[in-house]
């Protein structure tokens, strides 16, 4: 069974950063699209970043300018790196390969 872990998480103050990996033993050949959503205390799972196998990257607009997804070249890791993270940051992430398999999640608190 395919497994995707996350890890990189943690409880930061507003306005630092942290880098989240999402390691996966996923075939290459298996993957169009890997990416991060996130679900708050009280909401919806939503959309965070997507990166497609040509590399093409989709972030929301509340993350533009912020986050950054990418991967390496063998695509068994992507990684979100947040900038300037805000206390509306704080939930739990999810990584996601084609929308179908899914981290068990981790937790991101963004507090003072």
């Known amino acids: 069974q395919v497994q995707l872990v996350e890890s990189g998480g943690g409880l930061v103050q507003p306005g630092a950063s942290l880098r989240l990996s999402c390691a996966t033993s996923q075939s290459i050949f298996d993957i169009y699209l890997m990416g991060w959503y996130r679900q708050a205390a009280e909401k919806q799972r939503e959309l965070v970043a997507t990166?497609?196998?040509?590399?093409?990257?989709n972030y929301a607009d509340s993350v533009k300018g912020r986050f950054t997804i990418f991967r390496n070249n063998a695509w068994d890791t992507i990684y979100l790196q947040m900038n300037s993270l805000k206390p509306e940051g704080t939930a739990v992430y999810y990584c996601?390969?084609?929308?179908?398999?899914w981290g068990q999640g981790i937790q991101v608190t963004v507090s003072s």
């Open positions: 996601t390969s084609n929308y179908n398999c």
């Open positions: 990166i497609s196998k040509g590399g093409t990257t």
